[in-house]
């Protein structure tokens, strides 16, 4: 079938990014400066309530990030691309990434649209990631909204000029426009 995939290049570069670094915590007692790892917060809590001799508050706790060479997480992004068209049964594909002017960031909301994430830990090689599919992909930067938004836009255009236009994306905003959407993180056929 010919089409063409247009795909949510924020989600593919993070997975792929992510995918590519281990993540574990480093618990350092603050009296005696000895270090202790934990594949997770969860596990250092864990830790603490059966061992049952520390509190919490006994430790500095930092996130760690230990990332493979990054020509590992180009080549699963280039895998990646290659395999959502092909399973979205298109034959060329157009990339889409997240510009900085975002019109939600605008919204008289109670709190700042995705302010919750400000403290989170980004993947050491995101900006790599994204790097790649602009040099290597032609991806594009979407003005004043996000990525998925831009996708949505394509898609509608395919579906009123009856053309095979699949939003490959699997952010929960992909839903809101008519067309095919491709879920790539399923053996489902688009919808």
């Known amino acids: 079938m010919t089409g063409l995939a247009v795909i949510d290049g924020d989600i593919i570069s993070y997975r792929c990014a992510a995918g590519n670094e281990k993540r574990t915590v480093v ?11 934990f594949k997770t917060m969860t596990e250092f809590k864990s830790w603490i309530a059966t061992d049952g001799n520390f509190k919490v508050e006994d430790f500095t706790v930092v996130p ?14 280039k895998k990646l691309i290659v ?18 002017d975002n019109f939600r960031l605008d919204l008289p909301l109670p709190n700042q649209y995705k302010s919750g994430r400000v403290d989170n830990i ?17 991806a594009e930067v979407s003005v004043g909204e996000e990525a998925d938004d831009t996708l949505v836009g394509y898609m509608y255009q395919g579906y009123k000029n009856k053309e095979y236009v699949v939003q490959a994306s699997i952010d929960k905003d992909a839903k809101h426009g008519p067309g095919w959407l491709f879920d790539w993180t399923t053996m489902d056929k688009p919808e």
């Not at 618990?27 to 790892?37: D, R, S, W």
């Not at 980004?122 to 032609?138: A, I, M, S, T």
């Open 83 to 100: 395999s959502i068209t092909e399973r979205a049964g298109c034959d060329s594909y157009h990339i889409v990434v997240s510009g900085k």
């Open 64 to 77: 760690k990030q230990t990332a493979a060479p990054v020509s590992h997480a180009l080549s699963s992004l």
């Open 27 to 37: 618990a350092t007692h603050n009296e005696t400066l000895e270090q202790l790892t």
């Open 122 to 138: 980004r993947p050491l090689q995101l900006q790599d990631c994204v790097n790649y599919l602009f040099e290597k992909h032609g």
